[in-house]
């Protein structure tokens, strides 16, 4: 896994990725890597919301107040998330 993005660059998602919700989760399909991805409620909660471009640091602030939980702990799963879809092609910062 790469490092984390910018906190404060806008990301949003790639062109090349095609999206099909299944039981109210997301599934990702990578036409550049011939990948697919499955994201659980949350994940696909997070992919909807990066509809629109958006810094990871909005994300982390909006997932802390949509999700009960700790706050850090809130924090760091978005953004072990985030660089996951970035890793994987399929989150890019906004040029």
Do not use: F, H, K, N
Request: aromatic share 4%; net charge negative; charged share 25%.
């Amino acid at each position: 896994m790469s490092d984390a993005p910018d906190p404060q660059r806008l990301l949003r998602r790639a062109d090349s990725v095609l999206e099909t919700e299944i039981d109210g989760e997301i599934v990702l399909m990578s036409m550049d890597r011939g990948t697919c991805y499955g994201l659980d409620r949350i994940g696909s909660d997070i992919w909807r919301t990066l509809q629109t471009p958006i810094t990871l640091a909005q994300l982390q602030d909006e997932c802390s107040q949509r999700y009960s939980g700790d706050p850090g702990t809130i924090r760091t799963d978005v953004s072990r998330l985030l660089s996951e879809l970035v890793s994987e092609q399929l989150v890019e910062p906004v040029p």
